[in-house]
């Protein structure tokens, strides 16, 4: 079983449908995130967790909504997107929110929104 | 000038050859560094830290260049599972929070049999 475990791998949504990606760690960390990686753009942070927590919203739309039900599970709520929110959602988790401990991501979801 | 800049490259490379990648950074303050290895259609994982005095793991040697601002992986006798693209990540000002992390768009490294 890996470390951090994302579901789905492939989604395909309608702009106006409503859909949620679920993250669930498996390491025991106190920290978990949301990153997006558009073609051609470098890794952009979301959301930060820290011990279920909300530590940082990196003026994401209100499109996207995660929830934190405890800090094993991360669920990245989405609804009414745009085409230009297709790309890949990586979850990633550490022990902690500082720089020098290791993130472990995802598989990450792939999401196209048609 | 953008915070980490990479070249995208490809690096396109023969079995055993010598490969270095740099990366450079804008703010001087900056204080931790690493390099991340992301495979196609996969995830991103650590490969290592950067450390001011350099470290080296088997193949792989990360070295920092303050005075110049980048950083920079070395890797020797490269394998064909090296083959993979290759991420700088900068924390600007060494807040205590990985929310300061600045990615690099990653250098592409095909290594050819």
């Known amino acids: 079983e890996t470390g951090v475990t994302q579901t789905p791998r492939h989604l395909v949504m309608g702009m106006t449908n409503k859909k949620s990606l679920k993250c669930e760690q498996h390491?025991?960390?106190?920290?978990m995130y949301w990153y997006k990686q558009s073609a051609k753009k470098p890794l952009e942070l979301m959301f930060v967790?820290?011990?279920?927590?909300?530590?940082e919203n990196n003026s994401v739309p209100s499109r996207f909504s995660p929830e934190c039900p405890n800090s094993s599970h991360l669920f990245l709520h989405l609804h009414t997107l745009q085409p230009e929110d297709s790309a890949l959602y990586l979850c990633?988790?550490?022990?902690?929110?500082?720089?020098?401990?290791?993130?472990?991501f995802g598989q990450g979801t792939r999401l196209t929104v048609v | 000038r953008k915070e980490v800049e990479q070249d995208p490259g490809p690096f396109n490379v023969p079995e055993g050859a010598t490969v270095a990648f740099n990366c450079t950074y804008s703010n001087s303050a900056s204080q931790s560094f690493f390099w991340y290895r992301q495979d196609c259609r996969k995830e991103p994982k650590l490969l290592m830290s950067?450390?001011?005095?350099?470290n080296e793991d088997g193949r792989f040697t990360a070295q920092l260049n303050r005075a110049s601002q980048y950083i920079s992986l070395l890797i020797r006798d490269s394998k064909l599972s090296d083959s993979a693209t290759y991420l700088c990540?900068?924390?600007?000002?060494?807040?205590?929070?990985?929310?300061?992390?600045?990615w690099g768009l990653g250098t592409s490294l095909a290594v050819n049999p």
């Open positions: 950067v450390y001011s005095s350099g």
């Open positions: 990540v900068v924390n600007p000002d060494n807040a205590g929070n990985n929310r300061k992390l600045i």
């Open positions: 990633a988790s550490s022990q902690e929110t500082h720089p020098s401990t290791e993130a472990f």
């Open positions: 390491l025991g960390h106190n920290a």
């Open positions: 967790y820290s011990l279920e927590e909300r530590v």
